[in-house]
């Protein structure tokens, strides 16, 4: 499958606390990108990191990329009740689809 | 700025009957992907087009199932003689280039069969 795969399928946390998601392939990749997912809309990109690149920040976002071990994680610091959200990564392979996991169903209680 | 437009927002089919789901991408845009997704799941890849061509329909069913997007006008889902199975959101986004660079969503549609 070209698809990445999300690590954990779901995580609950208390506001404030940090949240981690990681997120495996299979083949070497063009560039891996992150998109969250409210209930009933559609995918908002978050940050996009290059096979180049190790580590990339957006505001409170933090993604890292490792391609020996072929995955990536995202980092939420001080979470909010707001980033309850599905997490998805999209590792991309080549330039005709981009293909979605499972994601993380991130919960943060206030 | 207009974002990606879908319509309509839900779509509501006995079995049988066909179902036409409409993509706008955000203006300029000229590659659209259409995705499938069920409940509590990711979403499914279903098919990538350009201005008139179809570029890569591998997730698409072989019946049943087709896609367009016309030098003018939206690009349109069709599915024939949808059945309960084909019940979950579609949805589309746009990029202004390929190379997998940043996708824009739209907000789906929303498709019940009876």
């Known amino acids: 499958s070209q698809q990445g795969e999300e690590d954990p399928q779901a995580l609950s946390i208390q506001e404030g606390e940090n949240a981690t998601m990681n997120c495996s392939y299979k083949?070497?990749?063009?560039?891996l990108q992150w998109y969250r997912q409210n209930s009933g809309r559609g995918l908002v990109h978050l940050i996009l990191i290059r096979s180049n690149e190790r580590e990339k920040h957006s505001g409170r976002l933090r993604v890292t990329l490792d391609t020996s071990k072929k995955s990536s994680s995202l980092l939420i610091t001080a979470s909010r009740a707001a980033d309850t959200a599905s997490y998805f990564c999209a590792p991309s392979y080549n330039n005709n689809d981009m293909r979605f996991g499972a994601g993380t169903r991130l919960t943060v209680k206030p | 700025n207009a974002g990606v437009m879908q319509n309509p927002r839900h779509l509501v089919r006995r079995r049988g009957q066909e179902a036409r789901l409409r993509c706008s991408p955000v203006k300029g845009h000229s590659h659209v992907y259409w995705y499938r997704q069920l409940p509590e799941e990711g979403l499914k890849f279903m098919v990538y087009?350009?201005?008139?061509?179809?570029?890569?329909e591998s997730g698409m069913p072989k019946e049943r199932f087709s896609a367009e997007f016309p030098k003018e006008g939206p690009s349109i889902l069709r599915i024939q003689q949808v059945v309960r199975g084909d019940s979950a959101a579609y949805f589309c986004a746009s990029s202004p280039s390929g190379g997998m660079e940043k996708l824009f969503f739209g907000s789906g549609t929303q498709l019940s069969v009876l």
């Open positions: 083949t070497s990749i063009n560039n």
């Open positions: 087009l350009q201005k008139e061509n179809i570029i890569d």
